[in-house]
């Protein structure tokens, strides 16, 4: 157990429509970041959030948007659902050892999200 | 941007054997570099990890990897294959702990009984 908490763990739903993913870090983390795994682009960097505050962008959809409550989860929000969103989000938390940053990410079992 | 290359999705071993898989990086400043590894129907989990200091690291489960900089590699080994190995492995990368990791396509390992 990574200790990240993932929800929904799996959610089918159609084109057009908008979903909310949910993630509660590790306790103490303050980072959180978003991937998308799927078949045909492997696992990408969607958005880092560190202590509320967007942190850097990786390759997300306009169409998405995430953020970070003060009390440290995070909600990924998918709108306007296309069948090519279908895939694994994950979320991933990180900690810091003496102000450096570790390099580990801790991950999230994911929540599978497939659009018909 | 930094960036990871892993040829062959899919590895066969024979349980008992070596594995093998091959990491090569592109980073235009001293990488973090990292293999993590995914079950089936898990989030994914550091298998081992290097910063800085010794190019030979050693990891979970028997695995260890060795940083090559001439060569820009970071090869993934275990001496013997176990059937509990059978999982995707991932080899990633970032910018100077960063934490913002590129990874990978991934390889997928079958091991043989």
């Known amino acids: 157990d990574s200790g990240v908490t993932q929800t929904p763990k799996h959610l089918i739903t159609a084109t057009g429509q908008r979903v909310t993913l949910r993630c509660s870090p590790r306790s103490g983390d303050l980072s959180v970041y978003w991937y998308q795994q799927s078949l045909d682009q492997g696992l990408q960097f969607l958005i880092q959030?560190?202590?509320?505050?967007?942190?850097a962008k990786g390759n997300i959809l306009e169409r998405f948007s995430a953020q970070q409550f003060p009390d440290l989860h995070s909600e990924l929000n998918l709108s306007s659902l296309e069948l090519g969103d279908s895939a694994l989000y994950f979320c991933?938390?990180?900690?810091?050892?003496?102000?450096?940053?570790?390099?580990?990410?801790?991950f999230g079992e994911g929540s599978r999200l497939t659009v018909l | 941007a930094q960036s990871v290359t892993q040829l062959g999705s899919h590895v066969s071993v024979s349980e008992g054997a070596l594995v093998l898989l091959r990491c090569n990086y592109s980073s235009s400043v001293p990488p973090y570099l990292f293999w993590y590894v995914q079950y089936p129907n898990q989030g994914l989990q550091l298998l081992l990890k290097?910063?800085?200091?010794?190019?030979l690291v050693k990891g979970i489960n028997g695995f260890e990897a060795e940083f090559k900089k001439s060569e820009t590699s970071f090869h993934l080994t275990k001496p013997s294959a176990h059937m509990s190995d059978a999982a995707e492995y991932f080899c990633a990368v970032s910018d100077n702990g960063n934490n913002r990791l590129a990874f990978g396509k991934g390889n997928q390992v079958v091991v043989i009984p």
């Open positions: 991933a938390s990180s900690a810091k050892r003496g102000g450096l940053n570790t390099g580990e990410l801790f």
């Open positions: 959030y560190y202590n509320g505050e967007e942190r």
């Open positions: 290097y910063t800085t200091g010794a190019t």
